[in-house]
């Protein structure tokens, strides 16, 4: 099975950017669906970015223009860059793995965008 943890999570400014990294183990990464998800207080988790394991991206259209999903084979890590942050994005971001109908998540990382 998949395991997955993220990092890059943090305290930014509105107008800012972050850069979270998921790394996975336990399979064949090439073969693997990754996407983000956030879960912001209150709120039912949400589809933010996913990207196929032929390299497929989709957006939220919330997010559209600002963030960029891509991974990185070689390494294991999908990425999620997001820019023009805005308080409204504030939640913690879970990356979701996706093998053959198998799902895994990670813990999550925090996402604090201060206005």
């Known amino acids: 099975q998949v395991q997955a943890v993220e990092s890059g999570g943090g305290l930014v400014q509105a107008g800012g950017s972050l850069r979270l990294s998921c790394i996975t183990s336990?399979?064949?990464?090439?073969?693997?669906?990754m996407a983000w998800y956030r879960q912001a207080p209150g709120k039912q988790r949400e589809l933010v970015a996913a990207?196929?394991?032929?390299?497929?991206?989709n957006y939220s259209e919330s997010v559209k223009g600002r963030f960029t999903i891509s991974r990185a084979n070689a390494k294991n890590i999908v990425y999620l860059q997001m820019n023009s942050l805005k308080p409204e994005y504030t939640a913690v971001y879970y990356c979701?793995?996706?093998?053959?109908?198998?799902?895994?998540w990670g813990q999550g990382t925090r996402v604090t965008v201060s206005s």
């Open positions: 990207i196929s394991s032929g390299d497929i991206t």
């Open positions: 336990g399979s064949v990464f090439s073969n693997i669906a």
């Open positions: 979701k793995a996706e093998e053959l109908g198998f799902i895994s």
